[in-house]
């Protein structure tokens, strides 16, 4: 792993802190449930003993879905951030209807994530808010202080988008999940063109919304 990004599981969920020119940018924010852990975790990393404090420039979601966008009004109005997404998963967050943009039925769902989300399903509240800034794919990020750049990869939302550094770290949002066989696939189309997309791109290793990274070498094994 790269220095710089500090996992933070928020409830299952992967945030990534990542250390950017005077400051930090955040990728995903967690279920609001867990907020507080998400808000300590965040004010430690900021406000280092001896250093000068630190500011969250930025959040970017990977997609609108509740379990990564469930503490971006939080975060906005507590750290004074701007959140930013891609446009087509905007209503997901504004309307707090994760099925806005999606097909009726995804084409292709594993068990073990049916079983899980009839058990935790329903029951994180989600506040809704308006995305700051649309972000779209090739995207550079340097005005953030980041040096990396956006990636459109719809397949498991329209609006999914994974962030790539110049290190060839991609965070790669559910595109790819790699925890208990789960898979969500809205599009199976958009999915695979997702995936040869990737292949183009010179990466070395993928940080997922759910599960541990993993390597270039992994994502060429199970996608030949
Ligand atoms: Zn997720």
């Known amino acids: 792993m790269s220095k710089g990004i500090e996992i933070i599981d928020v409830g299952g969920v992967n945030c990534y802190l990542l250390e950017a020119d005077d400051g930090f940018v955040l990728i995903d924010t967690g279920f609001s449930a867990k907020r507080m852990f998400l808000d300590e975790v965040l004010k430690k990393a900021l406000n280092k003993p001896g250093e000068v404090p630190k500011k969250l420039k930025l959040v970017i979601l990977t997609h609108g879905d509740s379990d990564h966008a469930g503490n971006c009004k939080f975060l906005r109005e507590n750290y004074?951030?701007?959140?930013?997404?891609h446009f087509e998963d905007s209503k997901m967050v504004e309307n707090g209807d994760m099925s806005w943009n999606r097909k009726l039925k995804p084409d292709k769902i594993a068990f073990t994530f049916r079983l899980v989300t009839l058990a935790f399903g329903k029951n994180s509240i989600f506040d809704t808010f308006k995305p700051d800034i649309y972000i779209q794919d090739g995207q550079n990020l340097a005005e953030f202080g980041l040096s990396a750049k956006?990636?459109?990869?719809?397949?498991?939302?329209?609006?999914?988008?994974?962030?790539l550094t110049s290190e060839?770290?991609?965070?790669?949002?559910?595109?790819?999940?790699?925890?208990?066989?789960?898979?969500?696939?809205?599009?199976?189309?958009?999915?695979?063109?997702?995936?040869?997309?990737?292949?183009?791109?010179?990466?070395?290793?993928?940080?997922?919304?759910?599960?541990k990274p993993f390597s270039i070498n992994y994502f060429n094994k199970k996608f030949v």
């Open 150 to 163: 956006v990636i459109h990869l719809p397949g498991h939302s329209k609006g999914s988008i994974g962030v």
């Open 80 to 85: 004074d951030v701007k959140i930013a997404m």
């Open 168 to 211: 060839g770290d991609l965070f790669c949002g559910d595109l790819i999940y790699n925890f208990a066989g789960f898979s969500y696939i809205d599009n199976l189309e958009d999915f695979n063109e997702s995936i040869n997309k990737l292949k183009k791109l010179d990466i070395n290793i993928l940080y997922p919304g759910h599960g």
